[in-house]
C-alpha cells in the first residue's frame, strides 16, 4: 500500500493538536497565538522535509528517476542520453570554371539558419560547383532538428566569392538533425535494456541499437527481409522529421563499411552505421525507411464540426497510430473510436470509412489522409 504524505494542512492541524494537548489551558489555533505561529512554523518545515523524501523516494528507483539521476541509473546499462546533433547535407553552387569554395565558408539558409562548409570544391566544366555543409549548432547546444530540411532549400554565402553566385540550392535533403533526448525517451530506452539482456544479435538488440541513434523513437525489425541472412531495420524519427510526418529521408540500404550491397545514405545511412559494429559479423543488415500508407477517414454525425474540434480528432487519430501503428501491421478501428470518443464534442459520430481494421502492406505504416465530415 502506498505511503499517504500528510498534506500541509493536514501537518498544521496535528501540530496545533499536539500542542492543546501537551499544554492544557492552551489555544493554538487563535489568530495571533505565539503557540500558534510557531506550530505553522513547524509544520512548514515538516512539509519540507516531506518534499524531499518524496523527491529522494523519486531518484532512488529508475523508473521515476529524473536529470542526472536518470542518467546515472542508465548509464548502469550502458544506455546515455542521445546528444543533439547537427544536420547536414549537399549544396550546390554556380560559377566560373575553377573558382573555389573552400570548407569554413559560412553560409545563411533562407529563414536565416547558420551553416557551415565542411567539404568544400572547385566549379567543373558544367559550371557548377557541389559542397557538403553543416547547420550550425544552437548556442546552448540542446537543438539541432531545426536543421533538418528538403532538398532545394536555398542556402547564400556569407561573404561574397569571385567566381561564385551568392545563391545555392540544396542538392540533396539535410538530414541527421536531432535535439537532446528527453527524459521520458531515455527513460524508455533504459526499461527496455533492463528488462531485455543482451542476447548477441536478437531482435530485441537490433531494436535497442537502432533506438539508440539520436532522433530515432521506433523501431521495427524484419527478419530474412531481403533474402536468407539479412535483418531489416524499419525507424521512425517522429520529432527530428516531423517536417515528414516522422518518415526518414536519405535512401536505403547498408552501412558504408559494409561491402555486400549499396550503402544508404541520409538518416538510413546513420542508423546502418551505428549498428554495424554492434551486429553480429554475418548478418547483413538494411536500414530502411517504412513507405506511408494514408488512411482516409469520413466521419458523420460531426458535420458542423470546428476547425479546434477537428485537429483534435486528427490529432487522436495520429496519436493511435504512433502508438499502435507497425509496417505491415493491423491497427483496431475500435482504437480509433475510444480515441475520438474521449474528445468532448463528439458524441453520437460514426466513422463510415474505414469500415473495418487498418491493415497495411509489408513494410508500409499507416498515417492520417484526409478526414472528412459529411
Known amino acids: 500500500m502506498p505511503y499517504s504524505r500528510p498534506t500541509l494542512s493536514d501537518l498544521r492541524t496535528m501540530v496545533a493538536q499536539d500542542i492543546a494537548s501537551e499544554l492544557p489551558g492552551t489555544d493554538p489555533l487563535l489568530r495571533f497565538s505565539n503557540l500558534g505561529i510557531l506550530g505553522r512554523v513547524l509544520a512548514g518545515l515538516a512539509n519540507l522535509h516531506y518534499g524531499f523524501l518524496d523527491w529522494i523516494a523519486k531518484q532512488a528507483v529508475p523508473f521515476t528517476a529524473t536529470d542526472e539521476y536518470l542518467e546515472g541509473w542508465a548509464a548502469l546499462k550502458d544506455v546515455t542520453r ?77 561573404s561574397p566569392i569571385p567566381g561564385i553566385a551568392s545563391l545555392g540550392t540544396a ?18 530506452r533504459m526499461l527496455l535494456a533492463y528488462q531485455t539482456t543482451p542476447e548477441g544479435g536478437a531482435q530485441t538488440d537490433y531494436e535497442a541499437w537502432a533506438l539508440g541513434v539520436p532522433g530515432v523513437t521506433r523501431a521495427w525489425i524484419a527478419r530474412n527481409g531481403m533474402g536468407p541472412g539479412t535483418v531489416v531495420v524499419r525507424f521512425m524519427m517522429d520529432v527530428s522529421e516531423a517536417a515528414n510526418n516522422g518518415f526518414p529521408q536519405g535512401t536505403n540500404g547498408v552501412a558504408a563499411s559494409e561491402t555486400r550491397d549499396v550503402a544508404a545514405t541520409g538518416d538510413q545511412l546513420a542508423v546502418a552505421n551505428a549498428i554495424f559494429p554492434l551486429q553480429p559479423v554475418t548478418a547483413l543488415v538494411y536500414a530502411v525507411a517504412p513507405t506511408p500508407n494514408a488512411v482516409n477517414f469520413t466521419i458523420s454525425g460531426l458535420t458542423g464540426a470546428s476547425s479546434a474540434l477537428q485537429s483534435q480528432i486528427a490529432a487522436a487519430i495520429d496519436g493511435v497510430f504512433e502508438q499502435y501503428g507497425e509496417p505491415g501491421g493491423t491497427v483496431d478501428l475500435s482504437y480509433i473510436e475510444s480515441a475520438i470518443g474521449a474528445i468532448a464534442g463528439t458524441p453520437g459520430f460514426v466513422i463510415t470509412s474505414p469500415s473495418a481494421n487498418i491493415a497495411s502492406p509489408t513494410g508500409s505504416l499507416p498515417v492520417r489522409g484526409t478526414v472528412t465530415y459529411p
Open 171 to 188: 542538392a540533396t535533403a539535410f538530414t541527421g538533425g536531432a535535439d537532446l533526448e528527453l527524459d521520458d525517451s531515455l527513460r524508455s
Open 82 to 158: 542521445e546528444p543533439a546533433t547537427q544536420a547536414s547535407g549537399t549544396i550546390t553552387y554556380t560559377g566560373t570554371v575553377d573558382a573555389q569554395i573552400a570548407a569554413g565558408i559560412t553560409l545563411a539558409r533562407g529563414d536565416g539558419v547558420g551553416a557551415t562548409v565542411t567539404i568544400g570544391g572547385t566549379v567543373g566544366a558544367g559550371g557548377t560547383v557541389t559542397v557538403t555543409a553543416e547547420i550550425d549548432a544552437d548556442p546552448a547546444g540542446l537543438t539541432g532538428a531545426f536543421g533538418n530540411c528538403p532538398a532545394g532549400t536555398q542556402f547564400t554565402l556569407g
